[in-house]
């Protein structure tokens, strides 16, 4: 998706839990059709090991004939992770990219010196009053690789560590956890997963990333006595083991890593450790320096003001 910039969510109330350094409120925006919440970047906390940008996107349920049609936009400097829970979008970008993006699928598309992508609803898919519901994230890019070429991998739903028991199933997104790693490779030490816990189950979250957090998607846990409710970024003191309990069934994305190689600047849809770099992704946008969209070139989102 492409960056709104007067999106930002606001900070939460700590409540009295020890093991929390913050919770982190998204504030829902509709975007004609469907909603979003962003729980990154925050006032007061940009980034969890390299994730600088989380979005919840619906659940939402289109009329027949309609869908999202984000149309072609820039990036730099960073990786992308669609992951959905329900529905579909057409994923193209400027290396002629085309494909669906399904329900427990990973498709991480990095940006590195630069790559243009559209994200719509397949002509076919509108006949059939669409869904939306998933996260969409940004990860950074270590300095070493903020430069290097841009890639799309794609790894299907059945290839990613499955951990099902004790009322709990998790899905390994990414990095490695409970016994099992995933074949998502990132070059910065990273944790992405999906939990889905039945009224009841105990999720241990270890401090083996200094930094770590919780968005509850759907349903109600308890930490420490503390209950939290959907639509709530978790935010971990480091080195502590945290004990998630489930009061309701609920949907949790736990997300973590080490601390980034330095601050990170964002901009639009650019992020990068230079401000003049961003300078000049911006002058290259404006200019249509960047390549295009094979099957998508007819439309863009232009360079927003300011």
């Known amino acids: 998706m492409s960056q709104l910039p007067d999106h930002d969510p606001v900070p939460g109330d700590t409540r009295s839990c020890e093991a929390l350094e913050q919770v982190i409120v998204p504030r829902a925006h509709d975007l004609g059709g469907f909603s979003v919440r962003r729980a990154l970047p925050s006032i007061g906390r940009k980034m969890v090991g390299p994730f600088i940008f989380f979005d919840q996107m619906g659940p939402a349920e289109f009329l027949l004939g309609e869908g999202i049609d984000v149309r072609p936009h820039p990036h730099i400097g960073l990786s992308t992770v669609t992951y959905l829970f329900d529905g579909e979008i057409m994923h193209r970008d400027s290396l002629g990219t085309a494909l669906p993006i399904r329900p427990g699928a990973v498709n991480l598309m990095t940006a590195g010196r630069g790559i243009v992508h559209s994200e719509r609803t397949a002509p076919e898919e509108r006949l059939k009053a669409p869904k939306l519901y998933g996260i969409q994230t940004w990860l950074a890019l270590p300095k070493t690789h903020e430069e290097i070429a841009p890639d799309f991998i794609h790894h299907a739903a059945p290839e990613l560590p499955r951990i099902v028991g004790e009322g709990k199933r998790i899905s390994l997104i990414m990095g490695s956890a409970y016994g099992r790693t995933s074949p998502v490779k990132f070059p910065w030490d990273t944790l992405y997963a999906e939990a889905v816990m039945a ?64 601050p990170r600047h964002i901009w639009w849809n650019f992020v990068s450790s230079s401000k003049e770099r961003i300078d000049q992704a911006k002058a290259e946008w404006k200019t249509g320096r960047f390549d295009t969209v094979p099957g998508d070139s007819e439309e863009f989102i232009p360079l927003p003001e300011g």
């Open 199 to 262: 009224p009841g189950a105990i999720l241990p979250l270890d401090p083996d990333y200094d930094e770590r957090a919780v968005y509850i998607v759907s349903g109600k846990i308890d930490i420490a006595g503390d209950e939290f409710g959907a639509g709530q970024l978790l935010i971990f003191k480091p080195g502590d083991r945290i004990s998630i309990l489930a009061v309701d069934q609920s949907r949790l994305m736990l997300i973590g890593g080490e601390p980034m190689d330095g």
